[in-house]
Nanobody
Framework: VQLVESGGGLVQPGGSLRLSCVAS???????MGWFRRLPGQEREGVAA???????DYADSVKGRFTISHDNAKNTVYLQMNSLQSEDTATYYC????????????????WGQGTQVTVS
């Protein structure tokens, strides 16, 4: 199983980015999540989407970020709007949680990460 993220980059405050995570080695739907690691901090959950389409979000991104999936493309997206400097981080796609979407230990597979810089 491989997860490959893309879509990161440099954006000004208030701007938008859409991250993509393409999965190979298995077929969606599967419970998927996005995490981020801020400099010097532990990974934190950003959003998750279950195989049935149910979504969860961290309070800090509710109303600004949207997670979605396209099962035909085996891809999960994270649309990020109204970006703030505090959103600067490396963003990771993860797959396979069964219980708590916000617990990194629940996930079986991880992507390599994509950098998002808001400045």
């Amino acid at each position: 199983v491989q997860l490959v993220e893309s879509g990161g980059g440099l954006v000004q405050p208030g701007g938008s980015l859409r991250l993509s995570c393409v999965a190979s080695g298995y077929t969606l739907p599967m419970n998927m999540g996005w995490f981020r690691r801020l400099p010097g901090q532990e990974r934190e959950g950003v959003a998750a989407i279950a195989g049935d389409g149910r979504t969860d979000y961290a309070d800090s991104v509710k109303g600004r970020f949207t997670i979605s999936h396209d099962n035909a493309k085996n891809t999960v997206y994270l649309q990020m709007n109204s970006l703030q400097s505090e959103d600067t981080a490396t963003y990771y796609c993860a797959a396979g949680y069964l219980g708590n979407w916000n617990n990194p230990a629940e996930y079986h597979w991880w992507g390599q990460g994509t950098q998002v810089t808001v400045s």
